[in-house]
C-alpha cells in the first residue's frame, strides 16, 4: 500500500505563485518517477509536469512550461510543484502520482502508467 498526500494549495491572485507539496510514505520513494496532474470542473484530466527517479529529467506541458517547475527531496520522501505566474485557468484540483512495475524510475506524461494517486489538492486563481 503506497500512501500520497498533497498540500499547498489555496486561493492565489493572477501573476502570483503556490507551491505544491506531495508526501510519499509505503514503499521505496527514491527509485520511482512522480507526475502531476490537474483536473478542472467540466474539463478532462490534464498532465501537468513529470520527474524521474534521481530528479535530473523532467517533462512539463506546452501550458505550464516556463512558469512551473517540478522538482523532489528523496531525502524527505517529497515531490514539490513551483507554481509561478500562475493564470485563472490554472484553477483545478491537482493531483500527484507515483509509478510502478518495470519502468518505475523513467517520467511519463501518460496518466495510466502511474499506478499510485494522491486524493488532491485544490487551487483557486483569481483574476
Known amino acids: 500500500q503506497v500512501q500520497l498526500v498533497e498540500s499547498g494549495g489555496g486561493l492565489v491572485q493572477a501573476g502570483g505563485s503556490l507551491r505544491l507539496s506531495c508526501a510519499a510514505s509505503?514503499?521505496?520513494?527514491?527509485?520511482?518517477?512522480m507526475g502531476w496532474f490537474r483536473h478542472a470542473p467540466g474539463k478532462e484530466r490534464e498532465f501537468v509536469s513529470a520527474?524521474?527517479?534521481?530528479?535530473?529529467?523532467?517533462y512539463a506541458a506546452d501550458s505550464v512550461k516556463g512558469r512551473f517547475t517540478i522538482f523532489r527531496d528523496n531525502a524527505k520522501n517529497t515531490v514539490y510543484l513551483q507554481m509561478n505566474s500562475l493564470k485563472p485557468e490554472d484553477t483545478a484540483v491537482y493531483y500527484c502520482?507515483?509509478?510502478?512495475?518495470?519502468?518505475?524510475?523513467?517520467?511519463?506524461?501518460?496518466?495510466?502508467?502511474?499506478?499510485?494517486w494522491g486524493q488532491g489538492t485544490q487551487v483557486i486563481v483569481s483574476s
Open positions: 509505503g514503499r521505496t520513494f527514491s527509485t520511482s518517477a
Open positions: 502520482a507515483a509509478r510502478a512495475g518495470s519502468s518505475y524510475y523513467i517520467a511519463s506524461r501518460v496518466p495510466d502508467e502511474y499506478d499510485y
Open positions: 520527474i524521474n527517479w534521481s530528479g535530473g529529467d523532467t
